[in-house]
């Protein structure tokens, strides 16, 4: 029987110690989390420190790492689910990354929080008691966010807040689900973005495409797209303006980075929603991708040998 949910810890405030700002991120171990939560010692629980960081930091590595372990306890037949804790900034960049390359059949649920475990808000406890739920639920799969008793799809979930408790959301697409006394109540459709491919699971995170970010704004010049180039970036996404505008000292220098074989895509610095439309001479939309996530996006093309033209996954 699938019953056994195990959690791999990452880090992030949800294991962190002292005042509400200005803490240390990453000090308490994924079973003394389990411990603050009663609720939990009737659940068959296994737990794994995977990483123990803020995840301001998080990187390939750690991403690989991760990955690797949720596919060994996946296929044990006896778990029923994964549980990631995590740091809230990059949780949604963890949550696409792990989706686009594993599209896992069973639950992969990100969760964290936005107070230290010391608050007198502390909010770990709740949403790891929610996410425990999930991750154990028979009508959840792949991966998804929970967190304050919402459960995010991995292309939707999106920060908004740095400092509210209640921080994160899916935009217009709004929640899959709430998790209600441990039980689900599921409003849409369950995401199911497809994999791009496992290459990120085996490749060395040395050899992994160089793929970076660059912001347009007043004033911008094309510097940091040149230096990307010449220090042998494959990929740039530029975080454009409105409906993916770009200023033109950019589009100068991704004309240049295209004519030296990089990849080009353009994305929002828009808080909601992506990209519409593919005028005909502009960069490739990133669609409805963030920055962040078109990053991942290319990244994993790159590994899987595909190139040139993005086609933005469904949202989900
Ligand atoms: N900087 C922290 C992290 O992402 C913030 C948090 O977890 O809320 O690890």
Redesign the pocket.
Known sequence: MQSTVVILGT????AAAGGDVGYA?GQLSVAQLLAAVPALSAWPLEAEQVAQL???DMSHEVWQRLAQRVVHHLARPEVAGVVVTH????LEETAYFLQRVLAPAKPVVLT???RPATSLQADGPQNLLDAVAVAAHPGARGVVAVLQGRVHGPVDVRKREPFALDAFDSGEAGPVALVQDQGLRVLRPWPATPSVGTQALERAVADWPRVGVVASHAGVDGVAVRAMVAAGYQGLVLEGTGNGTVHAALVDAAAEARAAGRVVWRSTRCAGGGVVGQPAGELPSAGVLTPARARIELMLRLMAGEQGEPIAPSAG
């Open positions: 880090g992030g405030t949800i991120a803020d995840s301001k740091g809230t900034d990059t964290a929080a936005m």
